[in-house]
């Protein structure tokens, strides 16, 4: 059988966050590797199901990564509202054949020439300047990305200051009340380890 011809099944997944649910899909909805966020209706322009999405009054954000959607709702209602009302809507759009999304959102991608090739296509990452955030982006990659993923959430390197890392969180990772204890206790704490040298801390910036 034609993967095609396998209508997709779509469940939802708890996240650390509250205000987040990963709505999983049986067939990938972007091509591996890829993401895109929405924050709000304006930038769904070249995003047919994020737009379609920011017509229920109750979502707030989007997020949509290899085979799964992450919507962050508005606080007034909790999930056994709305859960099911989404699951069906995202399951009917997507078996009616309609496009997910026609353009992704402008990327900074890492183009570093030591990168896997892997890892340099739409990581999101601010392209290495040096060394050491060269070290820091594959470090992110090979220990923190694929946990945060499973989550439905997205860390990306933005910049090295003076020691100080900054990233950027996505997905249910933005806004999520347990992501400073992830910040501090996984990622400061590895990347202090594994580069004790050049990083004193790891801090987020709110996207």
Same mark, same amino acid.
């Given at each position: 059988?034609?993967?095609?011809?396998?209508?997709?099944?779509?469940?939802?997944?708890?996240?650390?966050?509250?205000?987040?649910?990963?709505?999983?899909?049986?067939?990938?909805?972007?091509?591996?590797?890829?993401?895109?966020?929405?924050?709000?209706?304006?930038?769904?322009?070249?995003?047919?199901?994020?737009?379609?999405?920011?017509?229920?009054?109750?979502?707030?954000?989007?997020?949509?990564?290899?085979?799964? @959607?992450?919507?962050?709702?508005?606080?007034?209602?909790?999930?056994?509202?709305?859960?099911?009302?989404?699951?069906?809507?995202?399951?009917?759009?997507?078996?009616?054949? $309609?496009?997910?999304?026609?353009?992704?959102?402008?990327? $900074?991608?890492? $183009?570093?020439?030591?990168?896997?090739?892997?890892?340099?296509?739409?990581?999101?990452?601010?392209?290495?300047?040096?060394?050491?955030?060269?070290?820091?982006?594959?470090?992110?990659?090979?220990?923190?990305?694929?946990?945060?993923?499973?989550?439905?959430?997205?860390?990306?390197?933005?910049?090295?200051?003076?020691?100080?890392?900054?990233?950027?969180?996505?997905?249910?990772?933005?806004?999520?009340?347990?992501?400073?204890?992830?910040?501090?206790?996984?990622?400061?704490?590895?990347?202090?380890?594994?580069?004790?040298?050049?990083?004193?801390?790891? @801090?987020?910036?709110?996207?």
């Amino acid at each position: 059988m034609d993967l095609n011809d396998i209508p997709y099944i779509i469940y939802g997944e708890e996240t650390p966050n509250p205000a987040s649910l990963k709505f999983v899909a049986n067939k990938l909805l972007l091509v591996s590797g890829a993401s895109a966020e929405y924050i709000q209706p304006s930038e769904t322009k070249e995003a047919p199901l994020p737009a379609q999405l920011f017509q229920f009054p109750f979502v707030k954000r989007v997020f949509i990564q290899s085979n799964y @959607v992450t919507i962050t709702k508005a606080p007034e209602l909790e999930w056994e509202e709305i859960r099911d009302e989404l699951r069906t809507f995202i399951t009917q759009y997507l078996n009616a054949g $309609k496009a997910v999304i026609n353009k992704l959102p402008e990327q $900074k991608v890492a $183009k570093d020439s030591s990168f896997k090739e892997t890892i340099s296509i739409n990581t999101q990452h601010t392209a290495p300047a040096n060394d050491v955030e060269n070290k820091i982006i594959e470090v992110l990659e090979q220990y923190i990305r694929p946990a945060v993923e499973q989550d439905g959430g997205l860390i990306t390197f933005k910049e090295l200051k003076d020691g100080v890392v900054t990233v950027q969180m996505r997905g249910s990772c933005s806004g999520c009340p347990s992501s400073n204890m992830t910040l501090k206790a996984g990622i400061e704490g590895l990347l202090k380890r594994l580069l004790p040298d050049d990083v004193k801390e790891v @801090v987020s910036e709110a996207l």
